[in-house]
T-cell receptor, first 116, second 112 residues
Framework: AQKITQTQPGMFVQEKEAVTLDCTYDTSDPSYGLFWYKQPSSGEMIFLIY??????QNATEGRYSLNFQKARKSANLVISASQLGDSAMYFC?????????????FGQGTELSVKP | EPEVTQTPSHQVTQMGQEVILRCVPISNHLYFYWYRQILGQKVEFLVSFYNNEISEKSEIFDDQFSVERPDGSNFTLKIRSTKLEDSAMYFCASSPTTEKLFFGSGTQLSVL
């Protein structure tokens, strides 16, 4: 069975500094996708970044990058140059790809607070 | 940019009443989902829908729940007889491929 673990309930970072949010996963499927979502206090789920298990390079989207270490089964999110607007809950999620359109399974989330 | 639209944004109902939560997925997407998030907890999968039928459902999705795609655009979640523990944020999501899954802004359901 697939499982996602986020071990940091809360994180603090100084504005303009980089921060890494941890995510580990477990799956028996060799083909899977890893996602990060941002949930601000308003409640919506905002897609940030995607990494496929067969992708050779780490995914990047603007200030977001995914540090994918397949052997360690980790998919950490790195946010560079933090901004006050980055304060939110961040969820890591995984999707097994044997089943096209398969469900996402989410981690428990990490609440990030950016200090001015 | 196209987005998933959910209505209403807030729904208050009495225990035992039926509620229908509505969603308009992004138009060229093929896969549709409902998730829920109880306050302060993680996002939980309820059901996925493809080709006009349920493709997968979780243990939470019992006989009290049903989904429909009554026309080419709407996707609904019905809870037949609401319980206090059904109070949560309900998210609709749609996906064109395996690489992206887009969420609506959610419906906050409060059961009194």
């Amino acid at each position: 069975a697939q499982k996602i673990t986020q071990t940091q309930p809360g994180m603090f970072v100084q504005e303009k500094e980089a921060v890494t949010l941890d995510c580990t996963y477990d799956t028996s499927d060799p083909s899977y996708g890893l996602f990060w979502y941002k949930q601000p206090s308003s409640g919506e789920m905002i897609f940030l970044i995607y990494q496929g298990s067969y992708d050779q390079q780490n995914a990047t989207e603007g200030r977001y990058s995914l540090n994918f270490q397949k052997a360690r089964k980790s998919a950490n999110l790195v946010i560079s140059a933090s901004q006050l607007g980055d304060s939110a809950m961040y969820f890591c999620a995984m999707r097994e790809l044997y089943n096209q359109g398969g469900k996402l399974i989410f981690g428990q989330g990490t609440e990030l607070s950016v200090k001015p | 940019e196209p987005e998933v639209t959910q209505t209403p944004s807030h729904q208050v109902t009495q225990m035992g009443q039926e509620v229908i939560l509505r969603c308009v997925p992004i138009s060229n997407h093929l896969y549709f989902y409902w998730y829920r998030q109880i306050l302060g907890q993680k996002v939980e999968f309820l059901v996925s829908f493809y080709n006009n039928e349920i493709s997968e459902k979780s243990e939470i999705f019992d006989d009290q729940f049903s989904v429909e795609r009554p026309d080419g655009s709407n996707f609904t979640l019905k809870i037949r007889s609401t319980k206090l523990e059904d109070s949560a944020m309900y998210f609709c999501a749609s996906s064109p491929t395996t690489e992206k899954l887009f969420f609506g802004s959610g419906t906050q359901l409060s059961v009194l």
